[in-house]
C-alpha cells in the first residue's frame, strides 16, 4: 500500500504551497518535507515566512501563519519525474474541488510540473502567473527538494521572498497603511 500524506489546510489561507506530490520519506512519516534534504522549511524562514525553522514533525503549525500545505498528486515517489502525465490529470479534478472548498488568497506551486499540467500551459515563468485556479492568485517557485541542485539556498529565499513582498504589499494597500510610489 501506498502511503498518503494529509493536507494541512483551512479557509483563507493566504497560501497554499503545493508541492508536485509527497516523498517517500514524508508519506511514511505523516509529515511534509520531512526529508533531511529538503528546504522547504528552511527557504521558508529564511524568506521571513516564519519567524523560525519549523521542524518537519510540526507541519502543522504552519497554519499558525496563515499558510497551507497540499500536494498536486497523492502518490508518493522517491523522485516527481516518476508521475506520469496521466496522475496530474487524473489529479487536477480533486485538487480543483479542495481549492474551491478552502479559497485560498494564493496558491504556490513547487516546481512547474503540476502547474503546468493543470494550466495547460506549455511554457511558465518563475514567479507571479497571469492565470488564477479557482480564483487564487497563482506563484510558481522553485523546487526546494534536495534532488532539485539548480538553485542553491540564496537563490531559493529570493524567490519565495518575491512572494512574501507581493503579500505584505497587498495586505498594507488594502488597509490604505502604506503608499508605494509607482
Given at each position: 500500500?501506498?502511503?498518503q500524506l494529509t493536507?494541512?489546510?483551512?479557509k483563507n489561507l493566504?497560501?497554499?504551497?503545493?508541492?508536485?506530490?509527497?516523498?517517500?520519506?514524508?508519506?511514511?512519516?505523516?509529515?511534509?518535507?520531512?526529508?533531511?534534504?529538503?528546504?522547504?522549511?528552511?527557504?521558508?524562514?529564511?524568506?521571513?515566512?516564519?519567524?523560525?525553522?519549523?521542524?518537519?514533525?510540526?507541519?502543522?503549525?504552519?497554519?499558525?501563519?496563515?499558510?497551507?500545505?497540499?500536494?498536486?498528486?497523492?502518490?508518493?515517489?522517491?523522485?516527481?519525474?516518476?508521475?506520469?502525465?496521466?496522475?496530474?490529470?487524473?489529479?487536477?479534478?480533486?485538487?480543483?474541488?479542495?481549492?474551491?472548498?478552502?479559497?485560498?488568497?494564493?496558491?504556490?506551486?513547487?516546481?512547474?510540473?503540476?502547474?503546468?499540467?493543470?494550466?495547460?500551459?506549455?511554457?511558465?515563468?518563475?514567479?507571479?502567473?497571469?492565470?488564477?485556479?479557482?480564483?487564487?492568485?497563482?506563484?510558481?517557485?522553485?523546487?526546494?527538494?534536495?534532488?532539485?541542485?539548480?538553485?542553491?539556498?540564496?537563490?531559493?529565499?529570493?524567490?519565495?521572498?518575491?512572494?512574501?513582498?507581493?503579500?505584505?504589499?497587498?495586505?498594507y494597500n488594502n488597509?490604505?497603511?502604506?503608499?508605494?510610489?509607482?
Open positions: 500500500m501506498n502511503p493536507d494541512i489546510l483551512s493566504e497560501v497554499v504551497f503545493c508541492g508536485i506530490n509527497p516523498g517517500l520519506k514524508s508519506a511514511m512519516e505523516g509529515h511534509h518535507f520531512s526529508n533531511r534534504s529538503n528546504r522547504f522549511w528552511r527557504v521558508l524562514h529564511q524568506s521571513g515566512f516564519t519567524p523560525y525553522e519549523i521542524e518537519p514533525r510540526y507541519d502543522t503549525t504552519i497554519l499558525t501563519y496563515g499558510y497551507g500545505l497540499t500536494t498536486a498528486v497523492a502518490r508518493a515517489t522517491v523522485r516527481a519525474d516518476e508521475l506520469s502525465k496521466n496522475e496530474f490529470d487524473t489529479s487536477v479534478e480533486i485538487f480543483k474541488q479542495k481549492i474551491e472548498k478552502y479559497k485560498p488568497a494564493r496558491l504556490a506551486f513547487l516546481g512547474k510540473p503540476a502547474w503546468q499540467a493543470f494550466s495547460g500551459l506549455k511554457t511558465i515563468e518563475w514567479g507571479l502567473q497571469e492565470k488564477k485556479f479557482c480564483d487564487a492568485i497563482v506563484w510558481v517557485l522553485p523546487n526546494p527538494s534536495g534532488l532539485n541542485r539548480n538553485f542553491t539556498l540564496s537563490s531559493l529565499v529570493d524567490h519565495y521572498q518575491e512572494l512574501l513582498k507581493s503579500i505584505t504589499i497587498n495586505k488597509h490604505g497603511t502604506l503608499n508605494i510610489p509607482e
